[in-house]
């Protein structure tokens, strides 16, 4: 892993965790106050407050439907999303030890794209039935057991298999995708294009369960974990010397990964590069133990990806634009960033 100056030490780093806390419930209360019908912080807070304590009798019916049913979920999935993301690239860049991967590197993205599209352009089928998040699911899936396949020799993983069988993956993906859309009714393209860039909008109580359930139950799994991935990070030969099984943990950090990236992609579409900015971003912060990267990337991501949503439909209102075109534009020149800065590493 590449080091960085610690600019967060010592007891600084509760404050950052306390102030990054903060800011996800500020943001939180104040991306669902805004959208065409404007609500003040304190209504969204009396809507939220009468649901959670079952007490709805006096709120405004209007103003109620418009944050219970429409904005809470919209806003909790980009905060989950964004969470479940960062989650996955901090495991991916343990994994290869490289700051620059991403999860979508493995073909997970592309093979969940796949699978929507074919839902989305299926009609009344089989694949229809199961709905767009579960045929990504599938898509997701299967790309990862046919990575695993690929990468395997001898019963070890290796981390350049696994990087050129997800990128093997990832085109063969976006080909037959494309090939999907090229035969697709042109009046289904639009809701094709707008989901494969990433987007929230169509957010429903029901949509948060299996994102969040992921990403719950991958944190604390990993939690237990961190002192392992730490080994992990500084070579093979010193995580084997230190007790680690270095072959189980790989597995265990890749799965992972993919399963947080299939879990977001069916529920948010293609939403890409918040697992490269958020955990690396996170390292130059508070350093590379992962005990204090692993809580303040949670926290970073979902604070991240509800502000690039608040963007996404705020800029050019009434209309709003995919979550993805907003984060590709803060990636695609972070990622120049990096790769320029590893050049200039003598070697």
């Not at 019908?37 to 969204?44: L, R």
């Not at 189980?248 to 490269?276: D, E, K, N, Q, Y």
């Not at 809580?295 to 705020?314: I, N, Y």
Request: glycine share 12%.
């Amino acid at each position: 892993m590449e080091r960085s100056p610690h600019l967060v030490s010592g007891g600084s780093y509760a404050f950052l965790v306390a102030g990054l806390g903060v800011a996800l419930v500020a943001a939180t209360a104040f991306a669902i106050g805004v959208g065409t019908v404007a609500v003040p912080v304190d209504q969204v807070l009396a809507v939220i407050s009468g649901h959670l304590s079952g007490d709805t009798g006096g709120l405004d019916p209007l103003v109620d439907q418009i944050v219970w049913d429409f904005r809470t979920p919209r806003v909790l999935l980009a905060a989950v999303a964004g969470a479940g993301l960062s989650l996955a690239g901090l495991c991916l860049q343990t994994l290869v030890r490289n700051p620059l991967a991403d999860p979508y590197v493995f073909g997970v993205s592309a093979g969940a794209s796949l699978g929507a599209v074919i839902a989305l352009t299926a009609g009344a089928g089989a694949v229809a039935a199961v709905g767009v998040a579960g045929s990504a699911f599938v898509g997701s899936l299967l790309s990862l057991l046919l990575v695993f396949a690929m990468a395997q020799r001898g019963g070890r993983l290796l981390g350049s298999s696994l990087v050129l069988a997800g990128v093997a993956l990832a085109y063969l993906g976006n080909a037959l995708t494309g090939y999907i859309q090229l035969q697709a009714d042109p009046s289904e393209l639009r809701g094709v294009m707008f989901w494969l860039l990433g987007s929230v909008a169509g957010a429903s109580w029901s949509s948060l369960t299996v994102p969040f359930a992921a990403t719950a139950v991958t944190a604390a799994v990993l939690a237990t974990r961190l002192r392992p991935m730490n080994a992990l990070a500084t070579g093979d030969d010193t995580a084997a010397g230190l007790g680690v099984d270095v072959n189980r943990l790989r597995v265990l950090l890749l799965v992972a990964s993919s399963l947080l990236t299939a879990a977001v992609v069916s529920s948010a579409g293609g939403i890409g590069f918040v697992g490269l900015i958020v955990p690396h971003a996170v390292r130059l912060v508070v350093g590379p133990d992962h005990r204090r990267v692993l809580p303040v990337s949670l926290l970073s991501g979902a604070v991240f990806l509800v502000l690039v949503d608040l963007v996404t439909r705020t800029v050019e209102r009434p209309n709003e634009m995919p979550v993805g075109i907003v984060t590709a534009v803060l990636g695609a020149p972070f990622f120049l960033v990096l790769l320029r800065g590893r050049k200039r590493v003598p070697r």
